[in-house]
């Protein structure tokens, strides 16, 4: 049985793509006018409102952030790991190979808390920003599957094994829609997305809950 992850507003306590949004307009006169129509967007794709590639684009093309943004990004995020999380950090080094993460944000931004759970880079999986010579952010990396719709149930259905996605969001939830033998574990402690709870095998608050439920299921 393995575990798949998603990453923001799992992992970790905030949106990635919000978060760099917030420094990147951090001199914008309508920082927050602008920073509204992110969050709404973010939250529309996490309900299922509207496709994730969709909302990927809409955003990226809003932010207009680059390289030393995305580096201010990381610094914040390593102090924003969801408590639980850290609070079960031996569970997951111990287990970190049946570990795997499957996200719509950024490898780079990723890999480094990954690697604080000893899960290795083969076993993470998300999306590239495209960079110009000036390291302005100039879009996403098209070839890579998650960049477009279903691209997490894409990549979980090539995981070999029984596979349980524990995860914020809609796209979370289509892993087992669209392959019936996976389990859909909806994570609530950062956000409870109500419409999702109907489709959840668990409905967990903190990844102690998650464990209680592996070790019940022979993990």
């Not at 307009?25 to 590639?53: C, V, W």
């Not at 809003?62 to 610094?75: D, F, G, Q, W």
């Not at 477009?148 to 259905?157: D, F, L, M, W, Y």
């Amino acid at each position: 049985m393995n575990l798949i992850f998603d990453f923001d507003s799992t992992i970790i306590k905030i949106e990635t793509i919000d978060l760099i949004s917030s420094i990147s307009l951090d001199q914008d006169p309508k920082k927050n006018e602008i920073l509204n129509k992110i969050h709404a967007t973010t939250n529309h794709a996490m309900e299922g409102k509207i496709s994730f590639d969709k909302a990927l684009d809409m955003r990226i093309e809003i932010i207009k952030a680059n390289k030393e943004h995305v580096e201010k990004a990381k610094k914040i995020i390593q102090k924003n790991i969801t408590d639980s999380f850290i609070k079960n950090k031996e569970f997951l080094i111990q287990n970190s190979k049946r570990c795997y993460i499957v996200s719509g944000g950024f490898t780079e931004i990723i890999y480094p808390v990954a690697k604080k759970f000893n899960i290795d880079k083969s076993h993470v999986f998300g999306n590239d920003f495209i960079y110009n010579q000036s390291n302005n952010i100039i879009g996403i990396n098209k070839k890579n599957v998650l960049s477009q719709n279903k691209g997490k149930v894409n990549i979980v259905n090539n995981i070999k094994g029984n596979n349980i996605m524990i995860g914020d969001g809609y796209t979370d939830y289509e892993v087992k829609k669209y392959h019936s033998k996976n389990q859909f574990i909806q994570f609530t402690e950062n956000v409870d997305r109500k419409n999702l709870n109907k489709y959840a095998d668990l409905i967990a608050d903190n990844f102690s809950k998650i464990i209680d439920y592996v070790k019940n299921n022979e993990f």
